[in-house]
């Protein structure tokens, strides 16, 4: 594909400015000559049609999920509904300040309230939080407000935090950030934790268990409210990383099992983009005993409407510039009141039947370590494909060529040679299908013809890339 630089041409043009409606300054009067340009910046001449082909086709580069099937396990990458960018795109939003005065900003703090307490019903939290930028923030926060915890209670020795070998990646990460030392715990034969297990781990030192809850197996960790009464027992909390909430809403309620602080991921579960789309949101739920320590503002409800409140002698202090990601919190509430409590429910659903349907599908052709129902995704491995050269990252790459993403390899560490899937429920039957049938097929030619897999992918804009060149020569210029 050309370079904008490449087809300029002088002279073309393709942008139209409004008629000035300032007063005209000499720039001379700002800025000191010597900061001043000699010669105009040599940017590219091109027409209107141009530059739109020039950005479609660039666009249509990179592969995303409105391109098609993404069952990118652990990222739940559904469909964002487009109703959430209109209403994230309302003028009366976008021309906000931050710094305006409370009363002229009644709306806007009522609406974060909502999605508040719309959060809260939905786990069994009476207290939420907005203010995390990320899942991985909401993690870092909620280690902050267990060190709090302790702190307040007098639990000086309590410096260590017990992480499943199952966790997401960013758990132990987010713990060491937060100042703990980070415990790993060999979850048992059915890919979860047992009170046993847990109890094995579990001396005066322990601050907390952070349990990803359904796990990066696609688990449901069953014995939950026993291993929160014995975190209780020795006063340790309950961190549950509720990231993969897709597979719960209107089924399991962490605040009533006795879990004290979860993370929400809103550009998970409540359809908010990931990334390069816009910022992320990661709220916290917690417990009574956690409340006192939320970040400041908190929103309260007076007799005068919605306020800010900064008085909270316990409070950590703030984790963000002001209050959050608003824009992602409309987009979450949106999708939140379009689906309404029965619509949530079924997402879930949808999203659990979505994976059962496939993993058992495919577990006569991968093997599947934990042969066991799953909740929202599940984990195939690509071992018995090794005798014939063929790893699990040549599967993924033949994928590719099938104009699919690939599911997430080599994650969880638990399971070798891993294919991590995670379909979501925004997928029609045929989709699956047609995953299916390309699984099967690439399972095939693994077998019969796997230079093709150790080749692909060949249909993509580039193709197979040196991946261990590109980490340790990392050149983002051109
Ligand atoms: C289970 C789980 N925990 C935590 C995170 C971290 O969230 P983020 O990427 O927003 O930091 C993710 C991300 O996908 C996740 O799947």
Redesign the pocket.
Known sequence: MELLKEISREGAKGFRLPPLDVEEVDIKNFFPEKFLRDNPPPLPEVSEPEVVRHFVNLSSLNYHVDRGFYPLG???MKYNPRINEEMASIEEFTNLHPLQPDDTVQGALELIYNLQDYLGKLTGFKHVSLHPA??????LLGLLLIRAYHKKHGNHHKKKILIPDS?????PASCTRAGFVSVKVTSGEKGILTPDILEKYLDDEVAGLML?NPN?LGLFETYIVEMAELLHEKDALLYM????LNALMGYFYPGKAGVDIL?Y?L??TFSTP?GGGGP?G?GVGVSERVEPFLPVPRIEKGENGFYLDYNRPDSIGKIISFYGHFNVMIKALTYILANGPDGLKKVTETAVINANYLMTQLKDTYNLPYDTTCMHEFVLSGNTFKKYGVRTLDIAKRILDHNMHAPTIYFPLIVPEALMIEPTETEPRWVLDRFISVMKKIAKEAEEEPELLKKAPQNTPVKRLDEAKAVRELDVHW
């Not at 990320?134 to 993690?139: L, P, Q, R, V």
């Not at 966790?167 to 758990?171: I, S, Y």
């Not at 990383?241 to 993969?244: L, R, T």
């Open positions: 652990s990222c739940t990320a899942g991985a923030h909401g993690e966790a997401h990646g960013t758990n990803t990066t990383d509720g990231a993969n993370h991921n550009h998970k990931h992320g990661g």
